[in-house]
């Protein structure tokens, strides 16, 4: 059956549907808490199975509605981060099972379909979007993300300078050390070149304010945890820490699938080959690329940073992981089945490996 693109419809109910579940659970608990976690961890599996792939829209196709999906999705995180600590940490009548239940529900759904809403948003040219983006980042207390993942991530990926590439071999543990002090590190140093440059200029580049954004993230990050205080005391404190670090782990997973064992190689005068659709691993599962906006049309959205979520395309010739993200992910928690998985892959990719389009300018 042909490929078509999915309406953004899709992305809307697919996105959306888990908040109603969450809240009635927080109100109600037991079945909607089950249904509510159960949506976010068996049911996108056993969907992506029953419908074919989809493919992008048309390139010069504009999408108002899209950005308002995206803010929506933003806003909503922003809520439920202190909605699910009291339910966690407080007075909210739930029992110890149904707070598991609501702690990994509100987790998936905040690193599965929040990040890449506020990852949109960070892309986009406006100081609105990247500031909400960046305040959703900031929330989960990993505000360097805003900075890093345009600044580092897309110029260095597939490469050694790139804290958030993860190297054959190594495990997701040894990377998620070193993807999180690298990108704090890296980012930091990159925000405070671009204002040195953009002073010397007497000009101003894009997202550089006067004020450095790593105190932004900082006090952003502080007040989300003096807010959790508030609402629950010291449980609701390690409530909020530990669903931001759930959210945290997700995004790493994340990077360390989506380029594992991927690198660029150097032109005979030593300078790198150009991002291209061969340094991005993709999955063509349809219910989480609606989970997840798109998500995983990682190659295109490297090659086109700019793109909206739903114009990213799904090249043929673009490396692709035979199982749905979310799998993929799991995999990689376990360290020599995933090398094991993933040996045969990489073997195939290098045997014969896609060609590789001068990405856009803009990160």
């Known amino acids: 059956m042909q490929a078509r693109p999915l309406p953004l419809s899709a992305f809307a109910l697919a996105t959306l549907l888990p908040l109603p579940l969450v809240a009635l659970g927080v109100a109600q608990g037991g079945v909607w808490l089950w249904l509510a976690f159960l949506y ?16 992008g829209t048309a390139e010069d196709a504009e999408f ?7 803010t929506l999705v933003a806003i ?37 379909v929040a990040h890449p809403a506020a990852h949109e948003l ?20 990993f505000g ?19 804290p958030n590439t993860a190297r054959e071999g190594e495990s997701f543990y040894r990377f998620a050390r070193r993807a999180w002090i690298g990108s704090f590190r890296a980012g930091a140093r990159a925000e405070t070149a671009l204002r040195a440059a953009a002073s010397r200029l007497d000009t101003s580049g894009l997202h550089t304010s006067r004020v450095h954004p790593y105190a932004l993230y900082l006090t952003g990050s502080a007040a989300g945890l003096v807010l959790a205080t508030l609402v629950a005391g010291l449980p609701g404190l390690l409530a909020w820490t530990g669903l931001a670090l759930h959210a945290q782990s997700q995004i790493l997973l994340s990077d360390y699938v989506q380029h594992y064992g991927l690198t660029r190689s150097r032109r005979p005068g030593g300078k790198l080959e150009p991002v291209g659709l061969a340094h991005s691993w993709n999955t ?8 997840m906006l798109n998500a995983p049309r990682h190659s295109d959205h490297h090659v086109h940073p700019s793109r909206p979520f739903p114009a990213l395309r799904l090249p043929d010739d673009a490396p692709r992981l035979p199982w749905p993200l979310p799998v993929a992910c799991m995999l990689a928690l376990v360290p020599r089945l995933w090398r094991r998985a993933m040996a045969p892959q990489l073997a195939r990719l290098r045997k014969s490996p896609p060609r590789a389009p001068c990405a856009d300018t803009a990160a």
Request: glycine share 10%; aromatic share 10%.
């Open 40 to 55: 976010m961890g068996v049911l996108t599996l056993l969907l992506d199975q029953l419908v074919p792939l989809t493919s």
């Open 284 to 291: 063509a599962h349809w219910f989480t690329s609606a989970l």
């Open 76 to 112: 909503a995180a922003l809520g439920l981060l202190p909605l699910a600590t009291w339910a966690i940490a407080g007075d909210s009548g739930l029992d110890a099972g149904e707070k598991v239940l609501l702690f990994f529900a509100t987790g998936f759904w905040l690193g599965q």
């Open 144 to 162: 360097q993300h805003a900075s890093a993942h345009r600044l580092v991530h897309h110029r260095a990926v597939a490469t050694r300078d790139d």
């Open 64 to 70: 108002p509605a899209a950005d308002r999906l995206l």
């Open 122 to 141: 960070i892309h986009r040219s406006g100081r609105g979007p990247f500031r909400l983006g960046a305040a959703y980042y900031a929330a989960i207390l």
